[in-house]
């Protein structure tokens, strides 16, 4: 997110988004581990007889997503049980007591609403201190639905970089359907119009950044075929408000063989500014170049690296791989310091300073800029802590904010350009609380919290370890009933991620208590490598080839719920999205013995062909790529499209994806669906008709979707 955005658009290369907490023949012989051994199927990508549904809106393909979802919905909606879950997951999205998330900005607290009025939403401002009232009052600033009523188009909010130098002005993001791709437009906050003659970006994958008053850098398909492999674009150029396109001047060029270049503008409370361009060369690796006096100069910071804000003058950065610059080390996961005039005046012979250096259990979570100060969240396994680190003569001191313990602790918002900034505390038990914490006088209030949506009452959370294949201990948070009988009867729903580094901790969601805990229901969420709980180490152990080691975890996680008589496999099902639908579509092929339930959610499926759908050709670095023999004969082997057996036998799954889902697509839910169709075995396939990557396009849209996933999970390991 730029410095100054409410909200950040899809702009640039993003992993398969972790989906929120849950809305959610003869057996083959098996080794030890419980990876099939039977002979592989014949490898269906060459001369694939589901090519056609890799067309994504074709006539063809969705009369056959017609005819899947009218199947089943007549399984699961008219199930008894649907009308209630739709109707209370609906209350719950819809509630008007929700606490309003808050975004610092120009001294006013914004927020982006939805409800059942305004289904697509508003984005509206009021001040600090009304906010902060039992009920405030807001001033509507932008009205979506208005916009969409007015133009006829299916407009979705996809956010506002206000970082300007004018501080009025303001890049809105709108897509259409929630497609990644997004269209731009400026927009003045103090007219609540979009500017006349102001800059009007038409649909693409596009990253933009605010160069000056009166220009901006943006990275786009200035003609057909400037885009890399993985459909992002490699080319930025400076263009003038009011100018065409085509007079825009080239600032950078990547090459087709990078994953993607965008310039970004980092500015803090101080007036400092630093313009610059990120050129991917992989997901996870980076070349930074920064505008200095004598022109873009590479920045010779760690490939694993990025820039993270600043304040005060002093550029923050956080390494992401091990680092020695003058004549310093520093570990993977440090965050460091560097004063910018140093910098501008030479990128390569820098001279950083250690801000935060992670212990043995530790990450970083994330970081955020206030005038003179930064706060910073991290885990410690994996329970959230916040600190506020002030900069001084003698390096940065700390001071830890009192929150509470056991829970997940991240900065909503923090006012770049004063003292304040919103934190926010969430366990799986009690309602999302919010803070207003003062760096300055080092105050901390608390300001609203969420309303209780289920009844925690007759609950408890316990953190256990289940030992992975390779010895390794895997920590996983389990959310049961108090009075808990250890029968193995208990239905119960695991559910994990397990990559791009990305973190799972408690979290408060109302529609799993609703909908599962409080019908008594069992919830455990799986801290399995791949993620970031326990720093780039965490993640890298499960890279590529050395995926197995993921999988095995959540399989070691499943068995630990099976030997402490939690539950069983006729008990037990299991829930992931988009990475963790690829993660759920593995454990349906590898372990189908393991689980009566399995819920793949917008997932990857075909992994010899992820490279050739959508955005696939990006997440090289996290799968590995076909194109290398090695990396090609692990993919065929972890492939769930690839390993499909007629002579296997597997629980009936929920697949659901997305229409308008241009990041991972539908294509992989679609062909694994079709597939399992012509081995004639069960299935429940649902496709969302719009919403991107996601569970729907609007909240009853998402309370739809949550409704039919646990009418399935009810009607698998309840009954």
Known sequence: MACGSVASAQAVPASPAVIATPFVSPLASATPGGVLTTAPPSVVPYGDPYLWLEAQESARALSWVKAENAKTLSVLQRDTRFPKLFADALAIGEAKDRVPSPQFLNGSVFNFWRDATHV??????TTLANYASAVPTWQTVFDVD??????????????????????????????????????????????????PGGFVLPRG??????????SVLVSRAWKPGDLTASGYAFIVKKLARGAALSSAKEVFRGTKADVSAGPFAVRDGSGHLLLGVNRGVSFFESETQILTPRGLRKLAIPAKAGIDGMVAGKLLVEVKMPWQMNGRSFAPGSLVSMDLAAVLADPVHLKPTLVYAPGSRETLDSVAMLRDRVIVSINENVKGRAFVYTPGAGGWSRVRLPLADNSSVGVVSADRDGASAFVGVTSFLTPSTLFLANTATGSLAKIKSDTARFDASKLAVEQHFATSKDGTKIPYFLVHPKAMRMTGANPTILYAYGGFEVSLTPNYSGVLGKLWLERGGVYALANIRGGGEFGPAWHEAGLKTKRQRIYDDFAAVGRDLVTTKVTSARHLGIEGGSNGGLLMGVQFTQHPEMWNAVDIEVPLLDMLRFEKIDAGASWVGEYGSVSIPEQRAFLAKISPYNNLHADVIYPQPFIWTTTKDDRVGPQHARKFTARLAELGKP?????VTEGGHGSGANIRESSFTSALAYTYFMQKLMK
């Open 683 to 687: 299935y429940l396939f649902y496709e």
């Open 146 to 195: 208005a916009l969409a009523k007015r133009e006829k188009k299916n407009w979705f909010w996809e956010g506002a970089d206000c970082a300007s130098p004018q501080h009025t002005r303001c890049l809105v993001y709108l897509s259409e359907g929630g497609e990644d791709a997004v269209t731009v437009r400026e927009f003045d906050l103090a007219t609540q119009a979009f500017v």
């Open 120 to 125: 697509r939403g508003i984005w509206r401002k």
């Open 205 to 214: 994958k596009q990253n933009v950044a605010w160069a000056d008053a009166s």
